[in-house]
């Protein structure tokens, strides 16, 4: 189970508010992703999912738990530039997660145990499309390559959500088609509830089982700092995408339709989905 429920959330930087009455329920192993113009809360909603940020007001539950307050093995992270270490191999990206674990309590990660890492970060490396990259340095991998390898430092800890902040945003075409074919699968194959933020909406309607728009409703310059942006779309896919549930219908396909009769204008209620 990997269910976020965000109940009527505020996010406010000193005398700016930048969210309000967000308030939106994410069944396990959806795939929603969020759109919006620049500047209306995407990337600070993540980071609240992340646990980087504390909403103002207002309650996020992972699973019925309260979010613990610092980033932990249960939400993994992916951004558009920089989310791998530069000075580290692919191997030891991928192992990194599971060495800062063990560091917790053991120092280091030793014997079988490390063995054990080497070979599940080795699988997950191929997965990803990346096997016999392992020595090499990210600057010596191409842009989509480093995003891939940046999914697979974040799946290597079996995340029950991953955020991913425009992940492909920098990508070229060809690129970006072929990242999105293995981001279906992965949400196909884990049990995994995304929530990615993207400029792309034909990104957003290829990848997603709903797309979530965040806006302004009061946006003159007077308004800017007194109101915050909240959710003014809330659209399900149709045929409706289910991750473990490949069909025709499933997350091979590329041209959904939109289901008019979940278009709304207005918030969504909470509670809902
Ligand atoms: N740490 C911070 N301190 C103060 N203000 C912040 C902070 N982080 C974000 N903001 C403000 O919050 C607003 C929303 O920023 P955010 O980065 O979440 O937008 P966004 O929707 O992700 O935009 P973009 O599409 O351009 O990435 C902006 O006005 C930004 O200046
Ligand atoms: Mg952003």
Redesign the pocket.
């Known amino acids: 189970m990997s269910e976020l429920i965000i109940k009527n959330v505020w996010k406010e ?1 000193g005398d ?1 508010i ?1 969210l309000e009455k967000v308030s939106l329920t994410v069944a396990s192993r959806a795939f929603v992703a969020l759109v ?1 113009p ?7 909603f993540l980071r609240m999912l992340l646990g980087q940020e504390q909403p103002t007001r207002g309650t996020i539950l992972l699973d019925g738990e309260l979010l613990s307050a610092e980033p932990g093995p249960d939400r993994g992270v992916v951004f558009q530039r920089y989310s791998v270490f530069p000075h580290l191999t692919v191997l030891a990206n991928v192992l990194l997660g599971k060495e800062l674990m063990a560091s917790k309590f053991k120092a280091k990660l030793f014997g079988a145990a490390r063995r054990a890492a080497i070979g599940e970060a080795r699988q997950l490396i191929a997965e990803v499309g990346l096997s016999g990259a392992e020595t090499k340095y990210p600057a010596q991998l191409s842009g989509g390559m480093q995003q891939r390898l940046a999914l697979a430092q974040a799946l290597i800890m079996k995340p029950k959500v991953l955020l991913l902040d425009e992940p492909f945003g920098a990508l070229d075409p060809g690129m970006r088609a072929e990242i999105h074919t293995l981001m279906k699968r992965l949400w196909d194959e884990t049990q995994m509830t995304v929530v990615m ?1 993207t ?1 792309d909406m034909r990104e957003a309607f290829t990848l997603a089982t709903r797309v979530v728009a965040f806006e302004r409703p009061r946006d003159r310059p007077e308004e800017k700092q007194r109101y915050g942006a909240t959710i003014t779309r809330d659209i399900s896919i149709w045929p409706p995408r289910l991750a473990g549930q490949n069909s025709i219908y499933g997350p091979d396909r590329d041209d959904p339709v939109v289901s008019l009769g979940q278009y709304r204008d207005g918030p969504a209620p909470s509670g809902e989905k």
Request: aromatic content about 8%; proline content about 0%; overall charge positive.
């Open positions: 930087y700016q930048v919006g620049s500047g209306c809360g995407k990337s600070t933020v400029h």
